[in-house]
């Protein structure tokens, strides 16, 4: 077996598959380097502060590619002019490298209108301030959310949170002034559901319990009843109940009269205050004698030395008090 391993044509095989496998090698290198430019490289030109389009042009003319990048808009340097480069100028590149061009926007870029709805005031205008947006007026409406922000304006039209808007625009913000106090409550008996709570909204009241007659929930029934009544003063924020029914109110008396036994009870609210011209009696007192009594005098013992009896002494007499009437 070692004779056939050492005869001559297996050496033979040995050196021609070992010249194949150089062979093959050196054209996979010399392959590559024809592919790749291998030291063949290109130096980045510089093209900071030209305007995109003339280092667009200077790119392509030394066969690089190259990708536009926007920056925060400066005011310093003017729109559309290259601030960075990446690779740096200079720098030894691949031919048909992607340069990386860094620019200055035309403007600043638009800015999302923040949620503050229902938020407290001063935090809507901190968060204005953050992102460059402006307050301009405060108007303050009836509203039970008192100091919070119930609408943003801009330039006259309501405007929705997200939407956006340009750098430092000025936003007007609509702001609830709390609930007015001792407001009359409109009379609703005879619209419907829907007229009802339409109603009950523009006067800054609560929708409360809605009782439907039938049961299905109806905004097109007639309110036959309501609570508290219609000329009553409440402040607003409070709610309003509601009976309703597709009868008029004058099929509904039996029911009305029932609710009346439950709910129309005196309210201090509807009861009228007495005039400045009224008389109002003040309970009388008993006089008061506010004048002292005059001491009473004792009439003084003496001691009897000659047995004889001794005087007798009359008590003085006690003069009436008078009496002072204070009317």
């Known amino acids: 077996m070692l004779r056939s391993f050492f005869h001559w044509k297996v050496f033979v095989n040995l050196i021609v598959a070992l010249v194949i496998f150089v062979g093959v090698v050196w054209l996979t290198f010399r392959w590559l380097e024809f592919h ?5 490289e290109i130096q980045v030109p510089n093209v900071v502060n030209m305007k995109v389009h003339q280092a667009i042009e200077v790119l392509d003319d030394q066969g690089l590619e190259y990708e536009v990048d926007s920056f925060k808009y400066d005011p310093k340097f ?6 960075q480069i990446y690779p740096s100028p200079g720098s030894r590149v691949k031919d048909g ?29 901190r968060k204005f301030d953050l992102l460059g947006l402006k307050v301009g007026d405060t108007i303050y409406e ?24 340009p750098m430092f625009s000025t936003l007007d913000l609509v702001i609830g002034s709390g609930p007015m106090r001792n407001v009359v409550i409109p009379n609703l008996v005879g619209r419907t559901v829907a007229e009802a709570k339409a109603i009950i909204a523009q006067n800054y009241f609560e929708v409360g319990l809605v009782e439907y007659e039938d049961g299905q929930n109806n905004d097109s029934d007639i309110i036959y009843y309501q609570d508290p009544a219609s000329g009553s003063v409440r402040d607003q924020g409070m709610q309003i109940d509601l009976w309703a029914s597709k009868k008029t109110p004058a099929e509904m008396q039996s029911k009305i009269q029932e609710l009346n036994s439950i709910y129309r009870t005196t309210d201090i609210n509807t009861m009228p205050e007495p005039s400045d011209n009224e008389f109002i009696p003040v309970p009388s007192e008993e006089p008061v004698n506010t004048t002292p009594k005059p001491p009473v005098e004792k009439p003084k013992t003496t001691t009897n030395t000659n047995n004889t009896k001794p005087a007798e002494t009359k008590p003085a007499e006690e003069k009436p008090a008078k009496k002072v009437i204070v009317e």
């Open 142 to 165: 009836p509203n039970i959310q008192k100091d919070a922000v119930i609408r943003m304006m801009f330039n006259g039209r309501v405007i929705k949170p997200g939407e956006k808007v």
């Open 36 to 40: 790749t430019n291998h030291g063949e």
């Open 78 to 83: 003017k729109p559309y002019q290259v601030l």
């Open 97 to 125: 490298r992607t340069i990386v061009l860094k620019v200055n926007p035309k403007t600043y870029a638009p800015v999302a209108v923040p949620d503050v709805l229902d938020r407290y005031k001063y935090l809507a205008f």
